[in-house]
């Protein structure tokens, strides 16, 4: 995927980070004919906070911002073609502008729930 997409996401996301973010980390989790989204914020020697927790983040903006990102995100899958394309998009990136993505390519169909519980654990910690 290229940077503009990566960008793309964070301006979308960044909306929403509250005064004093330290570090954001973003999940998008595709199946087939549905997707996942989701974002967590913290705050320098704070706790992790879901995105539909924070401040002015409501659910009806979270799910408008998060149909925006789909557009980008699908678009990009379907270049790839069904056989290469991710299925799990993980992106963090820090308040020094300092970014890390990870992709995934493993079909998580018939256990997302118990999937996204483990990214938790994985990306959170």
Known sequence: MDEKIFQNVFDIV???LPEGWDRMVFFAGYTEGSYSMKFYSKAEKGEYV????LPGASKA??????MEIDKVLSKN????GATNAWTIFSMSVDNNGNMKTDFEYDDHSADMVAY?????EKYLS
Request: with cysteine.
């Open 14 to 16: 960044f909306d929403f």
């Open 50 to 53: 879901d995105c539909f927790n």
């Open 61 to 66: 903006k979270l799910v408008k911002a998060f």
């Open 77 to 80: 899958r379907k270049e790839q």
């Open 116 to 120: 996204e519980k483990k990214w938790v």
